[in-house]
């Protein structure tokens, strides 16, 4: 099994910064890629960026150029630093990662981020 936490989440300004961070632990060899999702209130989960155990990234459209996913595989922490928020970034923001032996999709707990107009 992988356990992963989350932090980092809070109330920010538009046009403030945040960085989100997610540590792995437990069975994380198995480990293929690793995202964040998003789900706003009344809205379904939806991805906002994932990278591959090779380290390609890749974004939404919505947060291209502003939200930049990374890793330390030292430290088994996955992160999503988030510039130039909107409002309509407010959501519950949850850590996924993906393994490939057996299959499956494990989830943090999420942390909330709330963007104020």
């Known amino acids: 099994q992988v356990q992963l936490v989350e932090a980092g989440g809070g109330l920010v300004q538009a046009g403030g910064s945040l960085r989100l961070s997610c540590v792995a632990s437990?069975?994380?060899?198995?480990?293929?890629?690793m995202g964040w999702y998003q789900q706003a209130p009344g809205k379904q989960r939806e991805l906002v960026a994932l990278?591959?155990?090779?380290?390609?990234?890749n974004y939404t459209d919505s947060v291209k150029g502003r939200f930049t996913i990374s890793r330390d595989d030292a430290k088994n922490t996955l992160y999503l630093q988030m510039n130039s928020l909107k409002p309509e970034d407010t959501a519950v923001y949850y850590c996924?990662?993906?393994?490939?032996?057996?299959?499956?999709?494990?989830w943090g707990q999420g942390t909330q981020v709330t963007v104020s107009s």
């Open positions: 990278i591959s155990r090779g380290g390609s990234a």
């Open positions: 437990g069975k994380i060899f198995s480990i293929v890629a």
């Open positions: 996924n990662a993906l393994t490939n032996w057996p299959p499956y999709d494990y």
